[in-house]
């Protein structure tokens, strides 16, 4: 069984599983300082990228990018233990959170 994920490495690959095909470093970056409202490095979003690939969470492809220095652009896809992965960590927050409503404030999001 595979290590539990980071929490970074969770939004790393929400952030990959959001944008579909288009899903390259920079865009990556740009997402989830959109979604959470905070801005991090690009460097730890590269090498996020590569350990979750190094465990086959994610695989990548070059294509052709002649607009982009080197002239190529690397895109990322969740791979089925990537999604597996991410689901589960979903899962356990929502598992730890439930019955802390009144604490936190926050309604139940309803995962069984």
Given at each position: ?112
């Amino acid at each position: 069984m595979q290590a539990p994920l980071g929490e970074f490495e969770v939004v790393v690959l929400l952030a990959v599983l959001h944008l579909g095909h288009h899903a390259n470093g920079s865009a990556v970056r740009d997402d989830i300082e959109r979604r959470i409202g905070r801005r991090v490095s690009r460097g730890s979003v590269y090498v996020t990228l590569d350990r979750l690939e190094e465990k086959g969470l994610l695989s990548s492809r070059l294509i052709d990018a002649p607009t982009v220095r080197g002239g190529a652009k690397r895109l990322f896809r969740a791979t089925a233990p990537g999604l597996k992965a991410v689901k589960h960590a979903i899962e356990t927050v929502e598992r730890m959170r439930r019955g802390l409503e009144p604490i936190l404030g926050i309604p139940a999001i309803g995962i069984p």
